[in-house]
């Protein structure tokens, strides 16, 4: 994971943008973690994943 820091992101946030399509970014603050920045695609691959872990969960405890 690639890691920028607020000002980095605000001089270079086409550089940014740019590596988020490839992986997801870490933007810090003051040298702490503030922010993590994922792609869309990447996104819409994690709520797939959590709606299956969901449905699967249901199924294994009925209400």
Known sequence: MKV???TQLRRNTSEIL???QCEP???TRYGKSLFAMI???HFDAM???LNSATLG???E???
């Open 4 to 6: 920028f820091s607020t």
């Open 18 to 20: 740019e590596a988020v």
């Open 25 to 27: 970014v870490m933007i």
């Open 39 to 41: 792609s869309r695609e």
């Open 47 to 49: 709520q797939r994943g």
């Open 57 to 59: 969960m249901e199924a």
């Open 61 to 63: 405890h009925p209400r």
